[in-house]
């Protein structure tokens, strides 16, 4: 197995952590990125956490032992190859040293450890513990796709054996070739319905959070609420209603057409086989060979199995502990008990051309494509695209290079180096993606952060709730977010609007109705 091109640059003697983050990042944008499976969008969140695994000596970049040692991990690539047989072991290290802190201790016990008689903050517990999840999930995918890489490789060896011996027919050698080409087309078009049908399950579930929230205002609706705004919350769950029908009949589609390829591809493997044992018969001195090659396969069949077993199980044990982080105290100390309820969410507009004509003249370097993300994330996160975009004027001008020398931060949320991390990147990756590319992690902050302040995916957020997310997210459903002789008040006593001696979510909004286009 030959080292990858991309691989060859990425695993570079000298390379820095945040060296390394930013050439994995270039190498995305390419088309060599399908060369190894490192490169997934899957995998982008461990980047960082890979690194650290083969820094062994902590010096921060690496040497050529580091290299080499990485390249022996696994000795049937060659030895002294860089492949993704070495990347393997490492993702397996890297699972292991994530959950080394869970594997003796209940959730209680490793929340006292980091928090309670540690030095991390509540927030940053539950932060940490989502990207662990993050990464362990991306683990799961990364094994699983390059065992049938591999698996794919084997099959490929024994079709050339077949096709190269002497003593078969031309006719029969068509015949084998158009089956295994028949076969790996099958694949390849029941891997894209299982794409779709993600996708699908996405949708199903982000219409089923809106049933459920306009449900909830409908049932809370009084004497006092305007009949027309009640009309329209209901006409608008009667479409998400109709959405979600649509959705299913779709998904059960796409679920039958793929279960109709996986039978065909059974069925056609099975004919392969038959061949290729026909095929072992007329020519003796494939049996061997082949015998060998499918004794490979059973045993990377029976690695993947295993591996992937004690990842969902790691999985678990990291969900376990996040679960308990969230019903815990937030970092002052005190239990969030407040219940959240939006104020200005009803008539979000999800129409990237009527935002650009809001903010063009604000912002006029911003490309269609970007106004296009941030109404589809803010779809998704359940805000306002207008008031993501004055969050982002008001942290940054709207423009992804813009930094803060003094604490480090930097781009479109200011971004802080912890806050980087911990979404598997730097604040130096970040300074040199587009506006575009930054977005992704804007969505995945305020995902992340909207999670650990207790909200539902399907809660709408109103704009002070909005930034109370960027700004304090472990106060996020409380009005009054940070008082006087706090450090959080200390560090942005700007943001108390009213002078009060407190900042609350109101304060945030109207600092953000000052920004709006």
């Known amino acids: ?299 990377e069949r029976e690695s993947a199995k295993s591996d992937i077993t004690t990842y969902q199980a790691q999985l678990q044990k990291l969900q376990a502990a996040q679960s308990y982080a969230l019903n815990q105290v937030n970092p002052s100390g005190d239990v969030i008990t407040d219940d959240y309820s939006d104020e200005d969410t009803a008539n979000f507009n999800y129409d990237a051309k009527a935002l650009k004509s809001k903010w063009n003249k604000k912002a006029p370097w911003l490309s269609d494509a970007f106004y296009s993300k941030t109404t589809a994330i803010s779809q998704r996160l359940g805000c306002d695209p207008n008031d993501l975009m004055a969050v982002m004027y008001s942290e940054s001008g709207l423009k992804s290079t813009a930094g803060n020398k003094n604490g480090g931060a930097t781009g479109l949320i200011q971004f802080l180096p912890s806050t980087a991390k911990s979404l598997g990147t730097t604040t130096s990756a970040l300074r040199k993606m587009s506006a575009e590319q930054q977005l992704s992690y804007v969505e995945k902050c305020i995902a992340g952060t909207k999670k650990m302040a207790g909200f539902k995916s399907g809660d709408k957020l109103d704009t002070g709730t909005l930034y109370s997310l960027v700004f304090l997210p472990a106060f996020a459903k409380r009005e009054v977010l940070t008082s006087k002789g706090s450090k959080y008040y200390a560090a942005n006593a700007g943001l108390d609007t009213n002078h009060d001696g407190q900042i609350t979510k109101s304060d945030l909004r109207k600092r953000l109705q000052k920004f709006k286009a």
């Open 1 to 299: 197995m030959a080292e990858s091109n991309s691989l060859e640059q990425l695993f570079k003697v000298g390379m820095s952590r945040e060296q390394f983050i930013d050439k994995y990042t270039e190498l995305q944008q390419t088309s060599e990125k399908k060369e190894s499976s490192i490169f997934s969008d899957k995998i982008s969140g461990s980047i960082g956490q890979i690194f650290d695994m083969l820094n062994t000596d902590g010096n921060e970049t690496l040497d050529e032992n580091e290299l080499l040692a990485l390249k022996a991990l696994d000795n049937s690539d060659g030895g002294n190859v860089l492949s993704d047989s070495d990347l393997n072991v490492i993702y397996d290290k890297l699972s292991k040293k994530i959950t080394e802190d869970f594997d003796n201790n209940t959730p209680q016990q490793s929340y006292d450890k980091a928090v309670t008689n540690g030095e991390q903050s509540t927030g940053d517990y539950i932060q940490t513990l989502s990207s662990d999840i993050d990464t362990i999930e991306a683990l799961i995918y990364a094994r699983e796709d390059s065992s049938q890489s591999k698996l794919d490789e084997y099959q490929t060896k024994i079709d050339d054996l077949v096709m190269k011996s002497s003593k078969l027919s031309n006719e029969f050698k068509a015949g084998y070739k158009d089956l295994s080409s028949k076969i790996k087309k099958m694949k390849k078009d029941a891997d894209k319905i299982s794409t779709q049908m993600k996708d699908k399950e996405n949708q199903i579930d982000e219409v089923q959070n809106n049933i459920q929230s306009i449900q909830s205002e409908l049932q809370s609706a009084d004497e006092s609420t305007n009949p027309d705004d009640v009309s329209k919350k209901q006409n608008e769950l009667e479409k998400y209603k109709n959405n979600y029908s649509d959705y299913q009949s779709s998904y059960q589609e796409l679920s039958s057409k793929r279960t109709s390829i996986l039978t065909s591809i059974s069925n056609e493997t099975t004919s392969l086989s038959t061949m290729s044992k026909t095929a072992q018969t007329k020519d003796l001195s494939l049996k061997t060979k082949i015998d060998d090659i499918k004794t490979k396969m059973n045993v």
